[in-house]
């Protein structure tokens, strides 16, 4: 019953109902969703048809919640390899390609033996190939310039980024918050 359960994670909003994060999707598991609402730390806005069951209580687990209380985003995001590659949509700053992310590494523009720092500034998502092609040079040395240049996003714009990764499980109750600006089917 365990693992069936499993199936049933509950999309965690903020307290304006947008959520928590895009990508990864701000996911709880329907054992984390229950003890807050019994902690009445969360609403419940949309359920599963599926139920948990104690000897005096039959709940239906929740599929989305929102936070009580409104929880910032942070102005600047962490650095961090995952981050780096959301920043340039997974996509190596040489040759264009998208790549999973075990394919991903990343390049220092400047080079750190040339004295380049490991900075939101200096580093781009680079795929093995261009990474091993470019070595320790510099762009203007190899002709390799990145597409975009390297530069520390905002939250927003990771957060953004994120939207356009949707995740490999999608429930039909989650749809009207992922979406926002979606185009609206006419009748």
Sequence with gaps: MSAV?????????????????????????????????????????????????????AMRLPSVISLKDYIPMAKRPAFT??????????????CGGGFPTESLTFDHVIPRARG?????????????????????????????YPRMAPRQPTAWELQENGRGFPPNHLHES????????AELLQD
């Design 116 to 144: 380049g720092m490991t900075l939101w500034n200096n580093v781009v998502t680079a795929c093995a190939p261009c990474n091993l092609s470019k070595r320790d040079l510099l762009p203007r040395e190899t002709g390799m």
């Design 5 to 57: 359960l499993e199936r049933y994670p509950a999309l965690v909003l903020n307290a304006d109902f947008r959520p928590l994060s895009y990508f990864p999707l701000s996911l709880w598991s329907w054992q984390d969703a229950i003890k807050a609402v019994f902690m009445s730390r969360v609403n419940v806005v949309d359920e599963y048809e599926c139920a948990v069951h104690s000897p005096s209580l």
């Design 81 to 94: 390899r995952f981050n780096v590659f959301l920043r340039d949509s997974f996509a190596c700053q040489y």
């Design 174 to 181: 989650w749809r009207d918050f992922l979406y926002w600006d």
